[in-house]
């Protein structure tokens, strides 16, 4: 069972402004959950919390019971994260980048490449190119690959369709599809919303750093926000 609880968590990097005023949510196991918002409305900033790369003001953030700020170590075994900024090892290749990653987490490529054949499959041809040498494309679908190597259980994904090729986006969405229904949840951006109707379970809209609405897309459609 995996699952996110966030509540009244706020987070700010000045006095005068709030990045996250108050936010309060739940993601269930086997959920594909859409995070909309405009840019700068705080989606990033709430991602990093729940990956215990921030440290909230107030309120509180739980993944499978674990908190962020006591149990992160704990957190980080349990949870896959692609950023929406390409962080992998730019003078690295392709396989030295995701043996890296798979070492850190006690397992190999060949161990896991069930979890990551079918996007794996469109960069194996460059897995001796550097990693700051690939298109956008293929950084993306690099980085999604180390967000999935060492079996998470909670995937959390910034703008994880951006650049990717019509072929590799639905590759990406049966991969989610699939995950989720082995028992998994997903937690992800998106400034589409085609994908959030067609993929996500429920969405959460935020907006200035307060999640203003949230439900299935049956129930946000055609509400004012």
């Given amino acids: 069972m995996i699952d996110i609880g966030v509540t009244g968590l706020v987070k700010s990097f000045d006095l005068e402004k709030k990045i996250l005023d108050g936010i309060t949510f739940q993601v269930d196991t086997g959920e594909r959950v859409g995070l909309l918002g405009k840019n700068g409305a705080g989606k990033t900033t709430l991602f990093r919390l729940l990956t215990s790369l921030l440290v909230p003001d107030s309120g509180s953030a739980q993944v499978e019971g674990l908190d962020t700020v006591k149990d992160y170590r704990e957190i980080r075994k349990i949870i896959g994260y692609m950023p929406g900024k390409f962080s992998l090892y730019q003078d690295l290749t392709v396989e ?38 690939l298109s956008g494309g293929m950084k993306q679908k690099l980085a999604i690959i180390s967000a999935w190597l060492h079996e998470p259980q909670l995937i959390i994904m910034d703008e994880p369709f951006v650049g990717l090729d019509p072929k590799a986006s639905h590759l990406l969405k049966e991969m989610m599809r699939a995950f989720c229904d082995n028992g998994g949840a997903i937690f992800f951006s998106t400034h589409v ?22 439900g299935t897309m049956d129930e946000v459609k055609g509400d004012e926000s």
């Fill in 96 to 133: 030295e980048n995701l043996t890296f990653f798979a070492t850190l987490f006690g397992t190999t490529i060949d161990e896991n490449y069930h979890l990551i054949e079918d996007i794996y499959k469109q960069i194996e041809p460059f897995k001796a190119r550097m990693a700051g040498k």
């Fill in 193 to 214: 919303l085609e994908v959030a109707e067609k993929l996500c379970d429920k969405v959460a809209i935020i907006k200035g750093g307060k999640l203003i609405r949230q």
